[in-house]
Each structure stands twice: as structure tokens, then as C-alpha cells.
């Protein structure tokens, strides 16, 4: 299922179907540059083809005479890789020699999540660069008075194979800006079994100066005469300051200014607060500590992780605000051999990103700049502009790298912040926020209750499934109201299993804690919820998790995508290939030992994936052992970098399973640091062996797949270990029934 | 407010700045210095790591009055003090995702050599446990660690 972050609000980019030349005066990247790409940004414009550009980041490519490459990154390098992955897209098909290639961070750059970077420059990507081959051919023909047939592509440089005559690229850009362009849309693209970059492990371009300490995260920007600020903002949320007294603030040392800024509503949710600019980040925090406000808490004081447990419970059995319509009857009644009945409970999440989130921003008359770790430039530049009251080309947002992105800098909440102060502040000001700042005023995976019902006929084949979610909804935050649409976030999609009477079921639970996009969204508590319930009923129908999951899905027919775009098609043997393998590598038929389990868990959830994970339970502790991993994600583009994000994820949401939970009492967050946010460490991180299906379909996104499964193949392990099953998040041992 | 000459990656830099002025922000924020990362300011996630007399330390922990007559290392001196080795096995394993707590865990894996060159994965769990990596690349650091091991005693 897709994820949809999309609203109104964010604009979804759009690809011309025009390639265009642009003259090199143009280029800031230097004199001397032919510079080629697809113009991606709305409003569609027609152009002729000669037309030129002020823009160099509307192109892809800036080839320069000394045959050297800049490819322009329109997307945010999070960790996940794509300041290599899609380069790679554009080198590959423009025959462009690796080493000579360097990447220039887009100050155009756009919103980059749901997994949707590769999936979404696949094409466009390589139509650029095949643009940029085809071109050069037609050029050295041209130049040598030969055919374009034997005219051959290769590292920056085109041979005329007959003859072995060789010109690099550099010297063809003359030529090829007094020719006409191939059309992308319908340029060849290369045959993937004559990849010399795709599917292979290629270093990333950006560890070197990661592992040297000199990348530039955004909390890194440093400007000359730039000061510090950060917000004391109620702990509750809801609430604002009410008395302010500033005295002791102003007469700490470094302290610059102190004022009050308004909290924002609606698509933006900042908290407001007391604003303290210093001269370092130290004086500000100290300033901060020194000032005394007196809380006007709000209406929400009363808010605690008990009073929203209790109104997930009842809205279990409330009537539904949403509902899917798969079926007449009501599966719940459908006569059955066997009915297995569970509910499944998921706490509030933070992301806490190892960079707590941060931006400068400099506002110089009616001309605004900002540095910012953000994985959504295009809304980051929007909402400063709004809050400005400036046109957006007036102002220039230059994304940084990030420590971690997650789905928490897909929001413009902070950026509005430091719009607000940099109202007040003339030098360039780094808005940063503590730890403490970023735990408590996150924008929260939902917390909830998730309840299933499946009913068995007497050869343990599902007749009815059906799942009603009680969830602090994250689209009821975020769409229009009158216009929510959980079916794009809280609920999981339908089932790979073959089902005859499915019903899915939605009722909101309200809450003033802030939700947002964790990691997957729905994806990280459904994938435990589906994987968790169909290991139940394999259960109830006296089959090995494994051989019941496989015999459903053999039974299970092809499906199209529900609106022919939006999802993967569901191909059944590539699910169950995954699994398969999943089953092998793991040596499932094994026993693992005493105290020991295996559990299984498999989606569709991006790639086609299996997970098998190994634990040790001795008395109340959990230690997972190893987890297997497949997939099978169409074409990778770099194995190194694919493979990576698998484990990554898995890690990543295996904290989360195991060990993390944000609790609310009195309208506010309790978790302040990592003292009390428990997460993952190296101690006990699991062995991991992720093994990849080699296939040359669309590529999937791996950014989030790792997330979905590791909490049920551990809840399942855990079962096959102790016989207990494990329903509630973090899985505890000692877990109370629900 | 006060002068204080700090010792950093063998170079010598007065600063002026409060007695109680973490490193850490002495070295980001007076200095520029700032492959040392801000993680937590509670000695919590190993993002602001560095090296104290050749012990790795918390840069968020250790006051500006306290350096003085220390010998600090930094990520950005790492390599001209003999742990270049270190850095290269990570590269060469491609350790980093996003890299904002890799200079922090780069630091405590230097350490730990030094002290032990042949590390157990016990050895490892404790000495590296102080490290958060919320990407989840700790699988790769420890291989990294070997490989840095087995180039150090080869």
C-alpha cells in the first residue's frame, strides 16, 4: 500500500516531458557547461527546444569541457542514499565515467519519503541521461561522417568502433548545443543486462566526508555574525505562556534578545513560546533556564496515555467512521470451525533523529535564506514565505545533509519558527532545538488499538478477517476536515491472504499530542498486526507458521493494483519466493534449541520481503539472535546502498518494537532524553543476513520496507519459544492480556 | 569572562568563554569545529565523542575549565593521530547512513583499540554501547572494528 503524505499543501512535482539545453553563461556551476535535463517543476510550461534557462538546477546534468559531470541531487540526502542511488540513474544510461562525476545539491530540491525516490525517478532519471547519450552519439557521427551505429558510448567518451577513433564527451558539447535534441519520452533506454553500474555495489559518494567530520548537517551551517536561538514552549501541549519575566534571561552572559512568538495552527502546529537569542547555543540554553514564565496549560491538561487507552478501548466497539465495503455479509457471523479473536496495542513513537531538528535562516530586507535539514525544501520554502509575506522567489532554501530524517522533517513546523524569529533578528540565526525540545514536541507515530477477528473453516482456510482500528489518527490531523481518509494511513491495505469475507474498520481516537509520519506509517504497527494475527490462525488451524502461510498464498489469485498506479501489483510467486528462501536461509526446519524460537513474517509492503528472526528468551529477557531478510524489490539500483537501508530499517524499527514507548500525563510528553526514551543499542543488535532476489522489474523503495516486519517475526519467535503471545508494543515478556 | 588555552588535534586555541562552557559547544560554536555533533547534552548518545588525554570522552560532559592542560583529539584531527586506519575501515565498509553520530562512534572505536587491539564482541558491546545510531548501521561498525583490527595487527 502506498503511503500517501501528500496534502494539498505540498506540491507533487511533475515531470515535463520536454528535455531542453540551457547556455553555459547560465550555469552557476561554471563557464563552460552543457546542461541537460527534464524540467520538473510545476506549472507544466511548454518551451521550445532551444530555449534557455536562469535556472541550472532545473537540469540534470552540467557536462563540462574537461569532460567532468555535475549531477544535480533534487532530493534530500536523509542516510538512505540517495545522493549515489539516482546519480548512478542518470550516469548509467548517459555512459558517464564514474570517477568523473560530482554531485551539486538542488536548491529546488522537493519532498522525498514514502519510499518514492527511486520509484519516482527510475524513468525520468534515465530518459535524462539517455537524452545526454544519444545526443553525443549523434554528435561524434556527425563530427567523424559516420553512422550512429558505430558510433559507441562509453565512460564520458564516444569510440567509432570501426576505426577505434575515440572524443570525449567534452569536446562534443559544442556540437551537440547546434543540434536538436531526442525527445525523451521516447529515447532508448539500456538494456538492464548491459548495466554497468546498476545492481552493483557502488561506495557512497558522501561517507568519505561523513567519516572525516566535515559534511555540513544543518547544525553545522556556520555564517559569519550568525547567533543562536531557542523556544521555551509550554510542555502541555495546547498551552502558551501566560506571565513572562525575562530579567534574569537578558542578564545571562551571550544573551542577545528575548520575545514572544505566537503558535501556528492547521498544517504547521507549532507550539509558540519564549524566544532567547544568544551568541552560542550554550548562552541560549542558559538563557533560557533563567527565565520565568508562568503556563497558561490549556484545555488539555487532563490528556494522559490512560485517558486515550480507555477511549481506544470503547471505540473498538463504537460504531465506525470509516469502512471498508469488501463484502455483503457480516464477516463477524459467518459460521466458522474455528474464530480466533485478538487486540493488538501500539504506544506513541518519537523519531528522535540523532540531529535534533535545527535551520538558519537570514532574513535581509525582503530577500530570505535558509539552511535546512529538511526532507521537504519545496514546503520549507512555502511556509517561510508565507509566514514572511514574501513571494517564494524571494526565497532561497539550501537543503543541508540531515542526521536522520524518518518522516519528522517532512513538516514545516519548525521552519515557520524561524521565520517567525528571524522577523526579530537581523544577523543569520540557527533556530535550534534540545533534545528535551525534540522529544517532547515531536510529531508522534499514533498510539492505539488494533482489534482482529478471523473466523476458520474446517481446513483452517480463512473465511472471514476482520480488523477495526481505534488509532490518535494521523490523517485526522492533516486532511481537510470532512475529507479524512484513513485508508491511506492508519489502515494496512488488504491482506496478501486469500480471504472470502474481508472488513476493515476505522474509528478515530481523539487526542491533542501531534501525529505524524514515523518511518512506514501505518506500516509499522499494521505489519505487526497482520503478521502477528495470521501466525494466530495458523495457530488455530494446527499448521507450522511457515507451510500455513505458504499453502494461503498459493491459494491466493494475482491482483492488479487497486488504481493501476499507486501500489505494486501483488505477483503471488514473487511472494512466495521471498518466503521460501526466507525459510531456507534461515534453516526454519531446524530446531533452534532450547529457550530458542523461529518466527516468520512476510508483506508486500513496498518490495516483496520475508523476515525470519532468531530469539532467545531466558526468563523475562528477549535477545534476538539474527534475522534473515529476502526481498525482492524489482531492479536495485545500489546493492550497497539497498542493502543497507534493509538493515538499517530493520534495526531502526526493532527499537522501536522492543524497547520504545512515548507516555503522556497531563497533556504532556513524559520522555525527556535518551535516559528515558529507551532505544536499541549495539549490545543488542541482532546478526543480520539480508539476501536479494536478482530481478530487472520497476524498482520498489527500500527506505521504509525494513521497517514492517522485524516486530512480528520477533513476536512469532518469541511464541514459538515460550507458547506466550505477545500483543502489546514494546513486546514485554511480562505483558499484562489487554 | 575568562581565557582559557585549549590543546586541539596538536595546535593551540585560546578561547574566552564561561568556566562552565561545555567542550563541546566551545569547540562547535567558538571554534567552528563541528564534526563533533550535538546529540543530547546529557553524556547519553556518544554523538559529541572525542578524545581526552587518549581516553575517549563526551565533549557534551567535560566543562572548558576542565580541558585546559589536556590533550583533546577531535574527528577532524583523528587521522594526523595515528587512527586514520579506523576511518579507512570504515569507509571501506561503508559504515554511514545519514553520518551525524559516525565522528562520535569513529572516537569510541579508536579508543577501544588502542586500549584493545584484539576486542571480543563483548568487548566491543561494552566499549561502543554508549553510541546511539538511530539508522541502524551498528551490524557494519562491527565489522568495521574487526577490519580495522586485523589491519592494525597485520
Known sequence: MKTDIATEKIRRPRISRRAFIVSSAAAATGVGALVIGLRLHPPFQIEKSSATSSNPFDAWIHLKFDNTA????????????????????????????????????????????????????????????????????????????????????????????????????????????????????KVKLKDPGTFTLLGREIPHLDIPSKVFGAARFGLDVRLPGMVYAVI???????????????????????????????????????????????????????????????????????????????????????????????????????PAAKRVESIYQFPFLAHA??????????????????????????????????????????????????????????????????????????????????????????????????????????????????????????????????????????????????????????????????????????????????????????????????????????????????????????????????????AEKAGWEKSPGRHRGRGIACTTYYAYMAQVAEVTVSGNEIHVDRIVTVVDCGQVINLNGARSQLEGG??????SYLKEAITIRNGAVVQQNFNDYDVLRISEAPELETYFVESHATPHGLGEAGVILPGAAVANAIFAATGKRLRSLPLHLDEKSL | MPQYNLQINSAQYPVEADAEMPLLWVLRDLLGMTGTKYGCGMGLCGACMIHLDGAAAPACQVSVSDAVGKKIVTIEGLGQHGFSGVQQAW?????????????????????????????????IDNAMSGNICRCGTYFRIRKAIHRAAGEMNS
Not at chain 1, 118 to 130: E, N
Open chain 1, 70 to 185: 555535475e549531477l544535480v541531487l533534487a532530493r534530500s540526502e536523509m542516510g538512505q542514499g540517495v545522493y549515489t542511488s539516482l546519480p548512478m540513474l542518470l550516469a548509467e544510461e548517459a555512459e558517464l565515467d564514474w570517477d568523473r562525476v560530482s554531485i551539486v545539491q538542488s536548491d529546488e530540491s522537493y519532498g522525498t519519503g514514502g519510499s518514492g525516490s527511486v520509484r519516482g525517478s527510475y524513468l525520468p532519471l534515465r530518459q535524462a541521461g539517455a537524452v545526454v547519450r544519444e545526443a553525443m552519439i549523434t554528435a561524434a557521427a556527425y563530427k567523424w561522417s559516420v553512422p550512429r551505429e558505430e558510433c559507441v558510448p562509453r565512460k564520458s567518451e564516444v569510440i567509432h568502433q570501426p576505426s577505434g577513433q575515440k572524443v570525449p564527451y567534452g569536446d562534443l558539447i559544442e556540437q551537440v548545443r547546434r543540434l536538436p535534441l531526442p525527445d525523451a519520452k
Open chain 1, 232 to 334: 521555551a514552549r509550554c510542555p502541555t501541549f495546547g498551552g502558551v505562556p501566560s506571565k513572562v519575566d525575562a530579567t534574569r534571561a537578558l542578564a545571562t552572559p551571550g544573551v542577545l534578545q528575548v520575545f514572544e512568538i505566537p503558535a501556528r495552527g492547521f498544517r504547521i502546529y507549532t507550539a509558540g513560546g519564549v524566544v532567547v537569542v544568544a551568541k552560542t547555543t550554550w548562552a541560549a540554553m542558559q538563557g533560557r533556564n533563567a527565565l520565568s514564565i508562568v503556563w497558561d496549560h490549556g484545555p488539555h491538561v487532563n490528556e494522559s496515555t490512560e485517558t486515550i487507552n480507555d477511549l481506544a478501548r470503547r471505540a473498538l466497539n463504537e460504531p465506525a467512521s470509516w469502512s471498508s465495503n469488501e463484502g455483503p455479509a457480516d464477516p463477524d457471523v459467518i
Open chain 1, 353 to 582: 533523529t540523532m540531529e535534533p531538528m535545527n535551520i538558519t535562516i537570514h532574513l535581509r530586507g525582503k530577500k530570505c535564506e535558509a539552511w535546512c535539514p529538511s526532507q521537504v525544501a519545496d514546503w520549507s520554502r512555502s511556509a517561510i514565505a508565507k509566514e514572511l509575506h514574501l513571494p517564494e522567489s524571494s526565497v532561497t532554501v539550501h537543503t543541508t545533509f540531515m542526521g536522520g530524517g524518518f518522516g519528522r522533517r517532512f513538516l514545516a513546523d519548525f521552519q515557520t519558527e524561524a521565520a517567525q524569529i528571524a522577523l526579530h533578528v537581523s544577523s543569520p540565526v540557527q533556530l535550534v532545538w534540545t533534545r528535551e525540545d525534540d522529544m517532547t514536541h515531536d510529531f508522534y507515530r499514533p498510539a492505539g488499538l488494533h482489534r482482529l477477528r478471523g473466523a476458520l473453516d474446517e481446513h483452517g482456510n480463512i473465511l472471514a478477517w476482520s480488523n477495526r482500528i481505534a488509532d490518535t489518527s494521523i490523517r485526522a490531523q492533516w486532511d481537510d476536515p470532512g475529507k479524512v481518509r484513513p485508508e491511506s494511513a492508519e489502515l494496512p491495505g488488504q491482506p496478501v491472504y486469500p480471504i472470502k469475507h474481508l472488513q476493515q474498520s476505522y474509528v478515530p481516537v481523539s487526542s491533542v499530542v501531534p501525529r505524524g509520519w514515523w518511518r512506514s506509517v501505518g506500516g509499522s504497527f499494521n505489519g505487526f498486526v497482520i503478521e502477528s494475527f495470521i501466525d494466530e490462525l495458523a495457530q488455530a488451524a494446527g499448521e507450522d507458521p511457515y507451510r500455513y502461510r505458504r499453502r494461503l498464498l498459493l491459494a491466493a489469485a494475482n491482483r492488479t493494483p487497486r488504481d493501476g498506479t499507486s501500489e505494486p501489483s501483488f505477483e503471488r510467486d514473487r511472494l512466495v519466493r521471498v518466503l521460501d528462501l526466507a
Open chain 1, 650 to 655: 530493520t534495526l531502526f524499527a526493532l527499537s
Open chain 2, 91 to 123: 569507509i571501506q565498509e561503508q559504515v554511514p547512513q545519514c553520518g551525524y553520530c559516525q565522528p562520535g562512534q569513529i572516537m569510541s572505536a579508536a579508543a577501544l583499540l588502542v586500549a584493545n587491539p584484539h576486542p571480543t564482541e563483548a568487548d
